[in-house]
Every structure is written in structure tokens, then in C-alpha cells.
């Protein structure tokens, strides 16, 4: 191994202590923890320690100024009980793609991998072995100077947390068009996968869920005509029969999940555009009875639908989602990528090293 990672062993494993067949999501959390800290010049310290609350200065940097960028990703264990991750690479320079746009340091690709590596394997037993479960992978980085006063911080920490996920059955989600709020403008920080993007939303999409909604689907501003994304999730449609995504300007996070779709979709053979497409559109093509599924992509759900959309005075209801017959071709195709019931043409699973690890 490149890089030397200390690691000390919890005592007695808390997995016990967990009920696969219900487990809450972002509850849970397994029994390692990996951990980095950036001296102002290198990445140093890789540990690998019992999960526990560590401690934070009053001033940390990270808290006051919003330097905290974040991943989340999934491990599976394959039908041959193989764990493995799902484009890890892509999220590792997503990561770094978000740590340039917050002025923060790069972690090297390789280091990102083999903490994961190490961390994954350690805490397998951790990876729910049914399809649709997974092991919840939590990246995140954060500014850590003891400082108050406007600048880049000189010091940061990297940490990887895990925690099992039950299968999500999402309830297909009603959206509401945003035409007030934004969450990201081109040149802002939309792209990069940045805890104060969320923050923002926090506001906007409570008085949407207390109108009866449960998520919003941004436009873009000024004009509040071009589709950008949904909470957490990239908007697909199925407009006649074409799947239509937005093209990602700047303002759109760059989804793992969506790449993953709009590949095995287009490989297949369906129809796709990426695109810009405005809410007119979506709503003429309503009219006409040729909008024939909506659906959100991203790591936690995978595929959820979109049962209905308002804009204005505008209500969308969408077919069911037995009629969804493309997403749920995408979701069936994804989900048995990554249990290993499809092949993997595209190397996007990497194995983990549980058995030698369990050596260590
Ligand atoms: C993480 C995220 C997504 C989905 O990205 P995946 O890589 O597919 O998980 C979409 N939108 C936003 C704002 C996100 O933060």
C-alpha cells in the first residue's frame, strides 16, 4: 500500500445492534471511521479508528466561513457475496472538482481509493447483502484553521463514514417548479458538491413540503424557464418516447447516477437528448399527452418518479409507476449492475479487499 494507514480495531463490533431488514437511512453508522488531516502543505495522518465524535475549536473554519464539501456513494455486495464499489474513481475527482471550486486542497485519487479500500473492507460485514440494500459511503471535507477572519483555511480534514441503507422504495415524489427561489446560478457554486448548497435549499423546500410537495424542481434564474434539477436527485422526462435530461451548464451537479443512466439508456438503444429544456416544454408536451414519465437519479434512491408537478396554477399528474416503463428499465438495470445479475461491460464495479483485510 502507498500510503501508510494506522489502524486501530474497535473492541466489540455494534453491528449486532442493527436490523437489516429496517434500517432507517442516515442513522446508522458502522464501526470505522477514516481520517486525514491537510497540514497546509500535505495530507497526512491516515487513520483508521473506532466511529466516534471527535472534537471541533469554537472557531473551526469550516463552520463559520462554509468551506465543507461532501460525496456519497455506495458499496453492494455482489450476488457471490463480493464486495464492491460503484464508480469510485468518478467520485473521487468529483470530489476534487468540488474542492478546487471552494478554493480547498485536492486529495490525491490514489489516497481516496485505498481508504475506502481499506475502510470498506474492514467493515464489510456492514454491506447488507440484499438487492437494494447498500453500505452508504460518506466522504467529507472540511476547512479545520482555528481562525476568524475571511481567507481560505490553511488546514482541513478528510473523514469517510459508512452506514448500511435498507432498499428505498421511494413513493413516487410530487415537485413543485420553484419560481422564487433559486438553489444555484451559473458561475455560483451549483457544481460543486457543497454543504452550503443545502443549506440554501433548507427554506424553499420546507414551505414546498408544507404546501404538500416533497421536493422542488429548480429553474433557472432570472428568467425561471430552464429546468435545472431536483433537491438531490437530476430530472429526467420522458417527452414522446425520447428521454430528456438537462444539459449540465455550471449549476447542475454533475450526477454519478445520471452519467450511469443516460449510458446504459443510450447503449440500449432508447432515444436520449441532453439538452436544455424549459418547463414549457414539459407542460405543452403534458397537454398533448406525450409526457410519459419524469424521474429523479441519484446515489441514495437510485430512480425515484415523479408523480405530479405544479407550476403557477399548473398541475401535472404523471402516469402511474407501472406505466414508467423506461425508468424502471434503468433502475432494474442499475440495481443488477451492481448486484452482479448483469454483466459489468463497463468496469464500473471495483472489488474490495475484505479477506486480506481481515488479516490486518
Ligand atoms: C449528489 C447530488 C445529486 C446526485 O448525484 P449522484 O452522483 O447521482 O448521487 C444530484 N443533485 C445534487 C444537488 C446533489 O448534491
Redesign the pocket.
Known sequence: MKYPVSITRIERSRLEEVNFDNIVFGRHFSDHIFIADYDGQNWTDFRIEPFAAFSIHPACMGLHYGQSIFE?MKATKTVDGQPVLFRPEMHAQRLNASARRMCMPELPEDLFMEALDVLVGLDSNWIPPREGSALYIRPLMFANDEFIGVRPSQKYRFVIMTGPVGPYYPKPVRLLAENHYVRAVRGGTGEA?AAG?YAGAMLPTKLAQNKGFDQLLWLEAPEFKYIQ?VG???IFFVIDGVVVTPTTDGAI?K????DSILTLLKDAGYPVEVRRITIGEVIEAYRQGKLQEAFG???AAVVSHVSHIQYQDILMELPSVEKCLISNWAKDHLEGLRSGRFPDPYGWLTPVHALELAEV
Do not use: D, F, Q, S
Open positions: 456519497g458538491k448548497n434539477e438531490t436527485m437530476n451537479l450526477g454519478i447516477t445520471r437519479t441519484g446515489t
